[in-house]
């Protein structure tokens, strides 16, 4: 789409020239000659860039700006101007406008000036639509799930966004506490300031201190240099501390002072810096009975605990299942472009027996690797490898009698044995590269016997798709 331009001047001869430089395949370029003209057109309009003069019959180009800049601040404008009139073209630059140009320029002045507007603005719509976008990805309604707990967590995530209270994530690893977090940010009246993660487990003692509240040149070895802490880093924005846990309790207790005075120094700094940040920690452990430890500090504890939020581990929330394996089916179908498959009955019925232990992590996990696994419409069992050795078997019976148990351990051998066949068949395919021949070789199978297990379990290499092997289930 081409740029849209408006020449603003009373003098024709200026007109013609600037239509002239700027006309053709780059831009869409418009001209008028009086001020009240030009503002009517803006309004009924859109333009991207108007060339203005400032010494214009009837309304000047002063008055002309100052109301463009009020009805379309996003309209760069750019003044003409003569050598005479500098110092109103300075004053122009105070009341918003791009640049000025002072008369007579030469073509290449005018189209340099002009692109660097069009540039200028492209990346802030750029830099506007990812924002939006980020905003949108973290909007609390996006975070999957339809359970009853789910439902309890978007609630809290909705009463605390817009305020300023410090709240404390607590659930297993994997459960999503920091997209809950930001969720919290982006949700909130700091969501145009910087969102900022630590996390608590990946650094030493020093070195955490310094990351969170900075250090000064020469504060300790191997400081060359001061370095500005995330507390300052995310001043007006919202600081989130992954792992709250795990900091020290010397650290802990700098980290108190910030919480309840606002002002914080840098290590080896005499200076005091004050900070206006929110915090939101997390932690997979159990805060309170650290305290009772003596691990972690209780008046600290208090201090983060204002609006505690606890994510269920996703064993307790197996109906939200089938919504998250589908969202991240889609999302790494799109990744990998890939057309969407389906799940399997028996693909879905292991993800809803398996425990997951890693939560929605392992399952995002699982189902990314599905989906580079299977080559067709169909996501089965075979392609949910990773979880099949350890998945409880729900469709075996509970024995009641002696012969019964002796009869389902029987049935339960012969599961596992196929289990751990499908799997030696299906790891060894994909260790080279689905060529059947080599795959016999490693095992030190005959290629007749590695075929025939192969057929047992309708596990297929097509010719046209290699990387393809499935199952019946």
């Known amino acids: 789409m081409k740029a849209r331009i408006l020449i603003v001047d009373d003098e024709e001869i200026v007109v013609r020239s600037c239509l002239r430089i700027l006309q053709g395949e780059a831009y869409e370029v418009e001209s008028v000659a009086d001020g009240w003209e030009a503002l009517r057109r803006i309004d009924e309009s859109s333009y991207d860039v108007v060339v203005l003069d400032i010494m214009m019959p009837k309304i000047d180009g002063l008055e002309v700006l100052q109301h463009v800049k009020e009805r379309h601040p996003e309209i760069d404008v750019i003044m003409m101007t003569g050598l005479s009139q500098i110092q109103t073209a300075v004053k122009a630059m105070k009341l918003g406008a791009f640049d000025y140009l002072s008369k007579p320029f030469d073509p290449d002045e005018l189209k340099l000036v002009v692109d660097r507007a069009l540039e200028q603005r492209r990346l802030l719509q750029e830099n506007r639509s990812l924002k939006n976008e980020v905003s949108s990805k973290y909007r609390f309604e996006n975070i999957i799930g339809f359970s009853p707990q789910m439902q309890t967590v978007y609630q809290l995530i909705a009463k605390c966004a817009p305020t300023n209270a410090t709240v404390l994530i607590t659930g297993e690893s994997g459960t999503g506490k920091e997209m809950v977090a930001r969720a919290i940010h982006y949700n909130s009246l700091r969501k145009e300031q910087p969102f900022v993660a630590v996390d608590c487990t990946a650094l030493s003692e020093n070195l955490l201190e310094s990351e969170l509240f900075g250090h000064v040149k020469g504060a300790f070895t191997g400081a060359v240099s001061s370095k500005r802490g995330m507390f300052e880093v995310a001043n007006n924005g919202t600081l989130f501390l992954d792992e709250l846990a795990n900091i020290p309790l010397s650290t802990q207790a700098k980290l108190l002072r910030v919480l309840q005075e606002r002002e914080f120094r840098a290590v080896g700094d005499t200076k005091v810096h004050s900070t206006n940040v929110r915090v939101i920690a997390a932690t997979n452990k159990d805060p309170e009975a650290m305290v009772r430890e003596g691990t972690f500090r209780e008046d600290l504890f208090y201090r983060i ?31 990998l472009e890939r057309p969407v498959p389906q799940f399997s009955e028996g693909a879905m019925s292991l993800l809803m027996t398996y425990d997951w232990p890693g939560n929605v992590r392992e399952l995002q996990n699982a189902v990314h690797r599905a989906v580079i696994l299977a080559s067709d419409s169909m996501i089965r069992q075979a392609h949910l490898a990773s979880i099949l050795h350890v998945a409880p078997r729900h469709d075996l019976e509970v024995p009641r009698t002696s012969e019964d148990l002796k009869r389902v351990k029987k049935i339960a051998r012969e599961k596992s044995v196929e289990d751990i066949e499908k799997l030696f068949i299906h790891e060894t395919l994909r ?24 057929k047992k379990y309708n596990i297929r290499v097509r010719d046209t798709e290699p990387g393809s092997a499935e199952d019946s289930d």
């Open 305 to 335: 605990n204002v609006f505690p939020i606890h994510l269920p581990p996703l064993r307790e929330r197996r109906d939200d299942i089938p919504a998250l394996a589908f969202h991240f089916l889609r999302h790494f179908s799109e990744e």
């Open 431 to 454: 260790r080279n590269t689905w060529n059947v021949t080599r795959s016999a070789e490693e095992t030190g199978m005959q290629r007749a016997n590695f075929q025939a297990l192969m």
